[in-house]
């Protein structure tokens, strides 16, 4: 975030002299401490981001490839006068978890010429593909495996899993501070 204020002050700047970059370093330390003590950001975060990047960078990279690709193969069918389409409706089921890999997922097929996410429940897609040789891929091609990769970082570190009895307790215990305070 810090590096993201910098950036921001430079740019909103329009020039760079020495002067310019000190101010910066110094507007952008005081906006990231209000950020971390009134917003609830913290450096956890920032180091998450960076953990994250180049899994992200790459996803970008393989996702734009794809594109081009997708796009190459439309334009083939489009110039090709003996094509004649068969459009399908594929459904398939994904193991991702979170529910920002599935979107992602369900964004990516539809940024890819010749397939649109028509629906998305609990990982279960549905997909109009505008030809049947389309729909290979779809359901473990590179894009579902790269997503699959990013959901293993975030899996969280073995933490004790805490129970209904001490989840009644700790909910007990915040009803009676409160009405200790009242």
Same mark, same amino acid.
């Given at each position: 975030m810090f590096i993201l204020y910098f950036a921001l002050w430079v740019i909103l700047n329009g020039r760079w002299t020495t002067e310019i970059?000190?101010?910066? #370093?110094? !507007?952008?330390a005081i906006a990231y401490v209000f950020t971390c003590k009134f917003l609830g950001y913290s450096t956890k975060v920032d180091a998450a981001l960076f953990r994250r990047a180049p899994r992200a960078i790459h996803y970008g990279v393989l996702l734009l490839s794809e594109i081009v690709k997708a796009n190459i193969t439309v334009i083939r069918m489009i110039l090709n006068r003996n094509f004649e389409p068969k459009p399908?409706? #594929?459904? !398939?089921?994904?193991?991702?978890?979170?529910?920002?890999h599935r979107v992602t997922l369900a964004n990516s097929i539809t940024l890819t010429p010749g397939t649109i996410t028509v629906d998305l429940e609990e990982g279960r897609y549905l997909v109009h593909c505008l030809d049947e040789a389309m729909i290979e891929g779809l359901d473990d091609g590179v894009m579902?495996?790269?997503?699959?990769?990013?959901?293993?970082l975030h899996v969280p570190q073995s933490a004790p899993q805490q129970t209904a009895e001490t989840a009644a307790q700790a909910e007990n215990k915040e009803e009676e501070a409160q009405h200790n305070g009242d």
């Amino acid at each position: 975030m810090f590096i993201l204020y910098f950036a921001l002050w430079v740019i909103l700047n329009g020039r760079w002299t020495t002067e310019i970059a000190l101010f910066g #370093v110094a !507007f952008a330390a005081i906006a990231y401490v209000f950020t971390c003590k009134f917003l609830g950001y913290s450096t956890k975060v920032d180091a998450a981001l960076f953990r994250r990047a180049p899994r992200a960078i790459h996803y970008g990279v393989l996702l734009l490839s794809e594109i081009v690709k997708a796009n190459i193969t439309v334009i083939r069918m489009i110039l090709n006068r003996n094509f004649e389409p068969k459009p399908q409706l #594929v459904t !398939f089921d994904t193991s991702l978890q979170r529910e920002r890999h599935r979107v992602t997922l369900a964004n990516s097929i539809t940024l890819t010429p010749g397939t649109i996410t028509v629906d998305l429940e609990e990982g279960r897609y549905l997909v109009h593909c505008l030809d049947e040789a389309m729909i290979e891929g779809l359901d473990d091609g590179v894009m579902v495996k790269a997503l699959e990769k990013m959901e293993k970082l975030h899996v969280p570190q073995s933490a004790p899993q805490q129970t209904a009895e001490t989840a009644a307790q700790a909910e007990n215990k915040e009803e009676e501070a409160q009405h200790n305070g009242d």
